[in-house]
């Protein structure tokens, strides 16, 4: 979660959505697979956490550079996500 400058760790996620459970509310949360560093076994983790959340919506994007993003230049040297063309 730290490449995405996101701060927010598994336990407070974790906790957050019980939290939020003992309100009745719905969950949703959502998830990005292939960012820098991805394997195989890190893209199943990040599918195991969402099936231990349990959320009553998910949704999982794929990584997408854009110029504002710090690791544009790692995707362009052949990253896990090759651009086309």
């Not at 701060?7 to 974790?14: M, S």
């Not at 195991?48 to 794929?62: G, H, Q, R, S």
């Amino acid at each position: 979660m730290k490449i995405t400058g996101k701060n927010i760790t598994k336990d407070k996620a974790r906790k957050a959505f019980a939290m939020t459970r003992a309100l009745g509310v719905s969950t949703s949360a959502s998830f990005i697979i292939g960012l820098p560093g991805d394997t195989r076994e890190t893209v199943q983790e990040t599918i195991n956490f969402a099936k231990e959340l349990n959320p009553d919506y998910a949704i999982f994007y794929a990584a997408s550079p854009t110029p504002a993003r710090s690791w544009l230049p790692w995707w362009r040297r052949g990253g896990s996500c090759r651009p086309h063309g």
